[in-house]
């Protein structure tokens, strides 16, 4: 009897912590969530610098009504862009509170259900339902963090544990025996990796996130990016295995997983290494034409305008065909003749 | 050449070195971990003298059964016993912490009293050990095959010898066994 006392008590406690947690969690994410107040006062003093404008007569017509169209076309841009930004963040502002709602409404049923229910299933079940409920929330708070780069990098770290985690609370709640990795045939081995390492990926990548930076596809070769992953892979549990094997704290669980992670990532990179090696012989100059070219596309743009605003006259010839490339001065010499 | 290609040489160097270094049995000291492979249910190992074999056995926790057979055939048992003499085998299954001591040529511990008695020696003839129950604490395990590892100077003569040892060894939960006729 006292044992089982124990066990509820032990099981209210957790209840109690997670609601706190998730109370703590909802108003940071209204903090969040909220306005800036600069945005609010609208009194703000303008820096005002005086200047006087003059009106000039145009040298050249033609030339001034392209430059102004394109100005135009420019401010328009812009203006839109700005729209989008806005309409997103509101969007982005409304998700993170659904998400925290469905999060914490996940989690109260959860803890209930583990609470009131002592089946396998229903522990389960109610596991399952505490971590969604966690990581919701925790994608409704990434939603309103920047884009920085560091924060982007910090992140899916902090997802890999937070993830580690609740796996790891689940697996005691449901009373799963863990069985030593040598013991494990491949199929439990590929289980837990899924779970660990695959799992909050693939929830991270389904739930959109509505970034406002585009994301540019990288042309580089498909054993090029695998090998490039699985690097930064092989980097990443090298340096949780080198901080455990300190001493200073003590997860064998994860020491464990992330060594099979380790021993897997390395058989993958025999092949990629191998796959990228030739393909890096076989074609190299295509290949790395095709990257340059992606890599200086902003160049490029940039080039191409330029050119259009210096005039046909400096492109070089070899690019453009010969009907087309005097197209336009035909043109300007049947409406000189028709004047 | 361009910066992409620069890149990607670089990537597959880097990918080189990595696997040069993680090449099992590689005796660096940094590496003395993470290069180590897990154990498998059965294998042939090399043990050269004065120094060890160490694999991974993984996550233990609770009530476990153990079971630890060497070689099958009897002649080979003796011929086994009989090439220790005076200088035993010691078989160990260490944590953490105790392995990195151990490497390190420190005083180590066990987890356990009763893994002192693995132990291969000329008492021990049957070179088979079976524990029912056995309580372990939660901790990473490592399974060693010391052969006087780090006594080279305390020998009084410091010939080294290889001797291969097939070993096989089983954890199960302690219940296990009750249920299956092993």
């Given at each position: 009897?006292?044992?089982?006392?124990?066990?509820?008590?032990?099981?209210?406690?957790?209840?109690?912590?997670?609601?706190?947690?998730?109370?703590?969690?909802?108003?940071?994410?209204i903090?969040?969530?909220?306005?800036?107040?600069?945005?609010?006062?609208?009194?703000?003093?303008?820096?005002?610098?005086?200047?006087?404008?003059?009106?000039?007569?145009?040298?050249?017509?033609?030339?001034?009504?392209?430059?102004?169209?394109?100005?135009?076309?420019?401010?328009?841009?812009?203006?839109?862009?700005?729209?989008?930004?806005?309409?997103?963040?509101?969007?982005?502002?409304?998700?993170?509170?659904?998400?925290?709602?469905?999060?914490l409404?996940?989690?109260?049923?959860?803890?209930?259900?583990?609470?009131?229910?002592?089946?396998?299933?229903?522990?389960?079940?109610?596991?399952?339902?505490?971590?969604?409920?966690?990581?919701?929330?925790?994608?409704?708070?990434?939603?309103?963090?920047?884009?920085?780069?560091?924060?982007?990098?910090?992140?899916?770290?902090?997802?890999?544990?937070?993830?580690?985690?609740?796996?790891?609370?689940?697996?005691?709640?449901?009373?799963?025996?863990?069985?030593?990795?040598?013991?494990?045939?491949?199929?439990?081995?590929?289980?837990?990796?899924?779970?660990?390492?695959?799992?909050?990926?693939?929830?991270?990548?389904?739930?959109?996130?509505?970034n406002?930076?585009?994301?540019?596809?990288?042309?580089?070769?498909?054993?090029?990016?695998?090998?490039?992953?699985?690097?930064?892979?092989?980097?990443?549990?090298?340096?949780?295995?080198?901080?455990?094997?300190?001493?200073?704290?003590?997860?064998?669980?994860?020491?464990?997983?992330t060594?099979?992670?380790?021993?897997?990532?390395?058989?993958?990179?025999?092949?990629?290494?191998?796959?990228?090696?030739?393909?890096?012989?076989?074609?190299?100059?295509?290949?790395?034409?095709?990257?340059?070219?992606?890599?200086?596309?902003?160049?490029?743009?940039?080039?191409?305008?330029?050119?259009?605003?210096?005039?046909?006259?400096?492109?070089?010839?070899?690019?453009?065909?010969?009907?087309?490339?005097?197209?336009?001065?035909?043109?300007?010499?049947?409406?000189?003749?028709?004047? | 050449?361009?910066?992409?290609?620069?890149?990607?040489?670089?990537?597959?160097?880097?990918?080189?070195?990595?696997?040069?270094?993680?090449?099992?049995?590689?005796?660096?000291?940094?590496?003395?971990?993470?290069?180590?492979?897990?154990?498998?249910?059965?294998?042939?190992?090399?043990?050269?003298?004065?120094?060890?074999?160490?694999?991974e056995i993984?996550?233990?926790?609770?009530?476990?059964?153990?079971?630890?057979?060497?070689?099958?055939?009897?002649?080979?048992?003796?011929?086994?016993?009989?090439?220790?003499?005076?200088?035993?085998?010691?078989?160990?299954?260490?944590?953490?912490?105790?392995?990195?001591?151990f490497?390190?040529?420190?005083?180590?511990?066990?987890?356990?009293?009763e893994f002192?008695?693995?132990?291969?020696?000329?008492?021990?003839k049957?070179?088979?050990?079976?524990?029912?129950?056995?309580?372990?604490?939660?901790?990473?395990?490592?399974?060693?095959?010391?052969?006087?590892?780090?006594?080279?100077?305390?020998?009084?003569?410091?010939?080294?010898?290889?001797?291969d040892?097939?070993?096989?060894?089983?954890?199960?939960?302690?219940?296990?066994?009750?249920?299956?006729?092993?």
């Amino acid at each position: 009897m006292l044992v089982l006392l124990d066990s509820a008590n032990y099981l209210l406690e957790v209840y109690f912590w997670l609601i706190l947690g998730s109370i703590l969690l909802v108003t940071l994410t209204i903090i969040f969530a909220r306005p800036a107040p600069s945005q609010l006062n609208d009194n703000n003093e303008y820096d005002l610098k005086e200047g006087i404008v003059t009106e000039k007569a145009s040298d050249d017509h033609h030339a001034n009504t392209e430059r102004k169209e394109i100005d135009d076309k420019e401010l328009n841009k812009e203006e839109i862009e700005e729209e989008q930004e806005v309409l997103i963040q509101q969007a982005k502002k409304q998700w993170a509170l659904a998400f925290t709602i469905f999060g914490l409404s996940f989690m109260t049923v959860g803890s209930i259900v583990i609470y009131f229910f002592e089946y396998t299933f229903t522990t389960f079940f109610g596991s399952c339902m505490i971590y969604v409920g966690v990581m919701s929330i925790v994608k409704g708070m990434t939603l309103q963090l920047s884009e920085l780069g560091l924060v982007k990098k910090i992140v899916p770290i902090g997802i890999f544990f937070l993830n580690f985690g609740l796996i790891s609370l689940i697996l005691y709640l449901i009373e799963v025996d863990i069985q030593p990795w040598m013991m494990m045939d491949t199929g439990i081995r590929s289980s837990y990796l899924f779970v660990i390492y695959v799992l909050p990926y693939l929830i991270w990548t389904i739930v959109p996130s509505f970034n406002t930076t585009k994301e540019v596809k990288s042309t580089y070769p498909w054993a090029s990016i695998i090998l490039k992953n699985n690097l930064k892979f092989i980097l990443f549990n090298f340096i949780i295995i080198s901080i455990l094997n300190l001493n200073l704290i003590s997860l064998p669980f994860l020491r464990q997983v992330t060594k099979g992670a380790l021993e897997f990532s390395i058989y993958i990179l025999m092949i990629t290494v191998l796959l990228e090696t030739v393909a890096f012989i076989r074609k190299p100059k295509a290949t790395s034409n095709e990257i340059d070219q992606t890599e200086d596309l902003d160049a490029k743009i940039t080039t191409d305008y330029d050119r259009t605003e210096e005039g046909l006259a400096i492109r070089d010839f070899y690019e453009e065909e010969e009907n087309e490339y005097f197209s336009t001065e035909v043109i300007e010499q049947e409406e000189k003749n028709d004047r | 050449m361009t910066d992409s290609n620069w890149k990607r040489g670089g990537n597959i160097i880097i990918a080189l070195i990595i696997l040069v270094l993680t090449i099992p049995d590689l005796d660096m000291p940094y590496t003395k971990n993470y290069n180590l492979s897990f154990c498998s249910d059965s294998e042939v190992i090399e043990v050269e003298r004065f120094d060890f074999f160490a694999c991974e056995i993984g996550y233990l926790e609770g009530e476990m059964s153990l079971i630890l057979q060497l070689i099958s055939s009897e002649s080979e048992n003796w011929g086994l016993v009989d090439s220790f003499g005076d200088s035993p085998i010691n078989i160990l299954i260490l944590n953490q912490q105790n392995y990195n001591n151990f490497y390190d040529k420190e005083n180590y511990d066990v987890s356990n009293i009763e893994f002192l008695s693995l132990n291969i020696n000329e008492d021990n003839k049957d070179l088979s050990i079976n524990f029912p129950i056995i309580d372990i604490p939660s901790d990473y395990y490592f399974l060693v095959f010391d052969w006087e590892y780090g006594k080279e100077d305390e020998a009084d003569y410091a010939s080294t010898s290889t001797l291969d040892i097939s070993y096989y060894i089983q954890f199960r939960d302690s219940g296990y066994w009750e249920s299956r006729p092993y």
